[in-house]
């Protein structure tokens, strides 16, 4: 008999996949150190059991109709073995013949345990996009944030992606460097994106939420908080430094206050100069109101 699909705990997708059927394969993330996410700390990692999902898929063919789309949660079901994500990618393909992509977070501890051979199958199957936090360039920043990896090799793990012919969509935190470290935080994080080339680029700001050592950070006073003007100057200097073939970007996520949308390199030259006039005239911006933010 199928079974209801149901989801252990709070469950978390990017934005783009809001029509995608969501499917738990992992519980948790199995690197959850970031001092920034508290999305998973609730959570103790596993690996579902495939015929566990076995029957959330039966359920979502007789009940949901025309699927295109899927997206393997937790917060980074790529770190399973290779052995499990074939298997269950053959098993989603044979369920949805519409299927046309499969997407997941994929952390830098996944991208290094994941050979390129092994990502190549895996595409091949339907596993086509990874979502990967960047979140900043410079390594005293990665380091706060306790990311786990340095710059070179948050590049390196990127380009294993790009060689396996994977789509990178990439998150860089604006704020995440403070004032201090503004300027070369956003040069850096260009430099990286640059290396990696991925086909989605897009900025969040860093907020402290509730149950994270960024929070308790913030609690002693130790965060700055960059006001709009700041973030945007920062933005400006981010885009700025962007050198990419063709990439989609985006700063539409709720935590933004400016919502910016582009094709590079067709509309960095717009978007720098948009930014531009924010600076100069910041009173006639259209910031977010503060209400309507969130993460």
């Avoid at 073995?81 to 046309?100: G, I, Q, Y």
């Avoid at 994929?106 to 051979?117: I, M, Y």
């Avoid at 590049?155 to 060689?163: D, L, S």
């Avoid at 720098?272 to 600076?279: A, I, M, Q, T």
Wanted: with cysteine; charged share 30%.
């Amino acid at each position: 008999m199928s079974v209801v699909i149901q989801y252990e705990g709070k469950l978390f997708r990017p934005p783009s996949e809001a029509n995608s059927l969501i499917l738990q394969a992992t519980i948790g993330c199995s690197y959850n150190r970031c001092t920034f996410c508290a999305m998973y700390r609730d959570k103790r990692f596993r690996v579902r059991p495939l015929e566990e999902l076995q029957g959330e898929i039966d359920w979502a063919r007789a009940h949901l109709g025309r699927v295109d789309k899927v997206f393997l949660a937790d917060g980074d079901a790529l770190v399973a073995k290779h052995s499990f994500l074939a298997e269950l990618l053959d098993r989603l393909k044979a369920a949805f013949p519409d299927l046309r992509r499969v997407s997941c977070y994929a952390s830098p501890q996944s991208l290094q345990v994941r050979t390129v051979d092994e990502m190549r199958d895996l595409k091949e199957r339907g596993l086509t996009l990874y979502y990967l936090g960047i979140e900043s360039g410079h390594d005293g920043v990665l380091e706060r944030l306790d990311k786990g990896v340095d710059a070179e090799e948050m590049i390196a793990v990127g380009r294993k992606a790009h060689e396996a012919g994977v789509k990178l969509s990439t998150m860089v935190l604006l704020g995440a460097g403070g004032r201090a470290d503004s300027r070369v935080h956003a040069a850096e994080s260009a430099r990286v994106v640059n290396a990696i080339q991925p086909r989605f680029v897009s900025t969040l700001v860093m907020t402290p939420v509730e149950d994270t050592p960024l929070w308790e950070e913030d609690q002693r006073g130790e965060v700055d908080h960059l006001d709009p003007v700041e973030l945007a100057c920062e933005l400006r200097e981010f885009i700025a430094g962007l050198e990419l073939d063709a990439s989609v970007f985006r700063s539409n996520h709720a935590s933004n206050y400016l919502a910016l949308a582009g094709t590079l390199p067709k509309d960095k030259e717009r978007l720098v100069s948009g930014l531009d006039e924010v600076l100069s005239h910041p009173e006639r911006a259209r910031f977010l109101p503060e209400w309507m933010r969130g993460l």
